[in-house]
């Protein structure tokens, strides 16, 4: 399945390139050109809200 078609996953599963939008919320590789906007991975740390838009491999 194409990393554009997986489930979004959560805030506290990304890792701090995929959280900072420089790798696929997917795969984990570095994007480039092309990235595709996933939309919002959702994520609450007690008080803290978490949330952050993610982007994966074309």
């Not at 390139?17 to 050109?33: F, I, W």
Request: glycine share 10%; net charge positive; hydrophobic share 30%.
């Amino acid at each position: 399945m194409p990393c554009r078609e997986r489930p979004v996953p959560t805030a506290q599963a990304l890792t701090t390139e995929q959280y900072a939008g420089r790798a696929c919320c997917s795969c984990g590789k570095r994007l480039t050109t092309g990235a595709v906007h996933r939309g919002v991975a959702r994520g609450r740390q007690g008080a803290h809200v978490l949330d952050v838009e993610v982007w994966s491999c074309p």
